[in-house]
């Protein structure tokens, strides 16, 4: 039914990747947030077609460090989002893998 009321919209986001697991509706800024792989999408719930992304890779060192310990640079060796929290007005709260180095930070969202 979705599909013949024309009301979807596809989201082609990131070639080869199917990692959007972590997600942040934040009502008050009208933005839907979703953590992927090596990136932080900020959708907007009024157009969905308007999006920003930030891109969050890990460090060449750390990716060389995870393809060492024998993991697969594609699919294992990346900053994958796990965390997105909205931490006061302007800024949310995002953790991620960081290649078996877990990093957090905080991200001005304005």
């Known amino acids: 039914e979705m ?4 009301n979807i919209i596809n ?4 070639a080869n990747s199917s990692s959007y697991h972590t ?14 792989k090596d990136h932080i999408f900020s959708f ?13 890779p890990v ?8 393809k060492w310990a024998g993991k697969d640079i594609v699919r294992e060796c990346a ?3 796990k965390v997105l929290k909205a ?6 709260y995002a953790c991620g ?7 957090c930070t905080y991200i001005e969202v304005g």
Request: hydrophobic share 35%; charged share 20%; aromatic share 14%.
């Open 59 to 66: 460090s060449h060192s750390r990716r060389d460090e995870c």
């Open 87 to 92: 931490y006061n007005q302007t800024h949310l």
């Open 97 to 103: 893998t960081g290649a078996f180095h877990p990093v």
């Open 23 to 36: 997600f942040l509706l934040d009502e008050e800024r009208g933005r839907l947030y979703v953590g992927a």
């Open 79 to 81: 900053n994958f989002i």
């Open 44 to 56: 907007n719930l009024v157009n969905i077609k308007e999006y920003q992304k930030i891109v969050w």
């Open 11 to 14: 989201f082609h986001g990131l």
């Open 3 to 6: 599909l013949e009321s024309n």
